[in-house]
Protein backbone atom coordinates (compact mmCIF):
# COMPACT_ATOMS: atom_id res chain seq x y z
CA UNK A 1 0.00 0.00 0.00
CA UNK A 2 1.00 3.33 -0.10
CA UNK A 3 0.50 6.56 -1.89
CA UNK A 4 0.70 7.01 -5.35
CA UNK A 5 2.98 8.47 -7.20
CA UNK A 6 1.17 8.37 -11.28
CA UNK A 7 -0.24 11.27 -12.39
CA UNK A 8 -3.54 11.36 -12.11
CA UNK A 9 -4.09 8.93 -9.32
CA UNK A 10 -6.26 9.50 -6.40
CA UNK A 11 -5.23 9.13 -2.81
CA UNK A 12 -6.71 9.42 0.46
CA UNK A 13 -5.76 10.72 3.71
CA UNK A 14 -6.81 10.80 7.13
CA UNK A 15 -9.43 13.67 6.94
CA UNK A 16 -8.46 16.97 8.89
CA UNK A 17 -9.36 20.54 9.31
CA UNK A 18 -7.35 22.72 7.80
CA UNK A 19 -9.59 25.99 7.78
CA UNK A 20 -11.88 27.14 10.49
CA UNK A 21 -12.21 31.07 10.19
CA UNK A 22 -14.42 30.71 13.53
CA UNK A 23 -10.78 29.55 15.39
CA UNK A 24 -8.09 31.09 13.56
CA UNK A 25 -7.03 27.94 12.02
CA UNK A 26 -5.46 27.88 8.77
CA UNK A 27 -6.56 31.79 7.99
CA UNK A 28 -7.14 35.31 10.33
CA UNK A 29 -9.79 34.76 12.89
CA UNK A 30 -13.12 36.13 12.09
CA UNK A 31 -16.34 35.91 9.36
CA UNK A 32 -15.20 36.40 5.74
CA UNK A 33 -16.81 39.36 4.08
CA UNK A 34 -17.84 39.70 0.43
CA UNK A 35 -14.99 40.07 -1.56
CA UNK A 36 -12.14 38.86 0.57
CA UNK A 37 -10.53 36.06 -0.38
CA UNK A 38 -8.86 33.24 1.78
CA UNK A 39 -5.83 32.29 0.26
CA UNK A 40 -5.36 28.46 2.29
CA UNK A 41 -1.95 26.43 2.61
CA UNK A 42 -3.05 23.05 1.81
CA UNK A 43 0.40 21.13 0.36
CA UNK A 44 2.63 19.28 3.19
CA UNK A 45 -0.33 19.40 5.60
CA UNK A 46 -2.23 16.48 6.98
CA UNK A 47 -0.91 14.06 4.89
CA UNK A 48 -0.87 16.29 1.49
CA UNK A 49 2.31 15.79 -0.40
CA UNK A 50 5.27 19.40 -0.29
CA UNK A 51 5.00 19.05 -4.04
CA UNK A 52 3.20 17.06 -6.56
CA UNK A 53 -0.15 17.71 -6.14
CA UNK A 54 -2.34 18.99 -8.93
CA UNK A 55 -5.70 18.84 -6.74
CA UNK A 56 -6.95 18.45 -3.14
CA UNK A 57 -10.27 16.49 -2.51
CA UNK A 58 -12.13 18.81 0.34
CA UNK A 59 -14.92 19.02 2.48
CA UNK A 60 -16.12 22.91 1.96
CA UNK A 61 -18.33 24.05 5.00
CA UNK A 62 -20.28 27.64 5.48
CA UNK A 63 -22.09 28.48 8.35
CA UNK A 64 -23.64 31.66 10.05
CA UNK A 65 -23.79 33.53 7.12
CA UNK A 66 -25.64 37.28 7.33
CA UNK A 67 -27.10 36.58 4.08
CA UNK A 68 -27.80 34.12 0.96
CA UNK A 69 -24.43 33.20 -1.30
CA UNK A 70 -22.35 31.08 -2.46
CA UNK A 71 -19.08 30.01 -1.92
CA UNK A 72 -16.11 29.45 -4.57
CA UNK A 73 -12.61 27.20 -4.33
CA UNK A 74 -10.02 27.46 -6.61
CA UNK A 75 -6.38 27.54 -7.70
CA UNK A 76 -4.43 30.38 -5.70
CA UNK A 77 -2.85 33.01 -8.06
CA UNK A 78 -5.22 31.98 -10.63
CA UNK A 79 -8.43 33.52 -12.24
CA UNK A 80 -11.56 33.52 -10.02
CA UNK A 81 -13.90 31.16 -12.00
CA UNK A 82 -17.35 31.84 -13.06
CA UNK A 83 -19.14 29.13 -11.04
CA UNK A 84 -19.68 28.69 -7.25
CA UNK A 85 -18.81 25.35 -5.25
CA UNK A 86 -21.72 25.84 -3.04
CA UNK A 87 -24.79 27.79 -2.84
CA UNK A 88 -26.39 28.63 0.72
CA UNK A 89 -29.59 30.55 2.53
CA UNK A 90 -29.39 33.07 5.08
CA UNK A 91 -29.04 31.55 8.48
CA UNK A 92 -28.38 27.86 6.77
CA UNK A 93 -25.00 25.64 7.28
CA UNK A 94 -23.88 24.15 3.96
CA UNK A 95 -21.37 21.14 4.01
CA UNK A 96 -20.05 20.17 0.32
CA UNK A 97 -17.25 18.15 -1.25
CA UNK A 98 -15.36 20.02 -3.74
CA UNK A 99 -11.90 19.43 -5.49
CA UNK A 100 -10.01 22.10 -6.26
CA UNK A 101 -6.74 22.79 -8.13
CA UNK A 102 -3.90 23.32 -6.35
CA UNK A 103 -2.20 26.83 -6.99
CA UNK A 104 1.82 27.16 -7.72
CA UNK A 105 2.26 28.14 -4.48
CA UNK A 106 0.77 25.27 -2.87
CA UNK A 107 -2.54 27.01 -2.04
CA UNK A 108 -5.99 27.08 -2.84
CA UNK A 109 -7.94 30.34 -2.61
CA UNK A 110 -11.86 30.39 -1.20
CA UNK A 111 -14.28 33.65 -1.48
CA UNK A 112 -17.32 34.24 -0.67
CA UNK A 113 -20.23 35.83 -2.80
CA UNK A 114 -23.15 37.79 -1.32
CA UNK A 115 -23.58 40.78 0.32
CA UNK A 116 -22.36 39.97 3.78
CA UNK A 117 -20.36 37.59 5.51
CA UNK A 118 -19.58 33.67 6.73
CA UNK A 119 -18.01 31.97 8.79
CA UNK A 120 -15.70 29.06 6.03
CA UNK A 121 -14.34 25.75 7.45
CA UNK A 122 -12.36 23.17 5.35
CA UNK A 123 -11.34 19.72 5.80
CA UNK A 124 -9.05 17.65 3.60
CA UNK A 125 -9.80 14.32 2.75
CA UNK A 126 -7.58 13.37 -0.15
CA UNK A 127 -5.20 14.74 -3.72
CA UNK A 128 -4.52 14.13 -6.79
CA UNK A 129 -1.09 13.75 -8.40
Known sequence: SGASTVAGSY?????????DTRTGLGAKKG?????VTVSLPVTGLAG???T???AVVLTVTETEPTVAGSVTVWADRTALPPTSNLNFAHGATVPNLVIAQVGADGKVSI???GNGSVELLADVSGYIR
Open 11 to 19: NLVTPKRLL
Open 111 to 113: RMS
Open 31 to 35: AVVTG
Open 52 to 54: GVR
Open 48 to 50: VPA
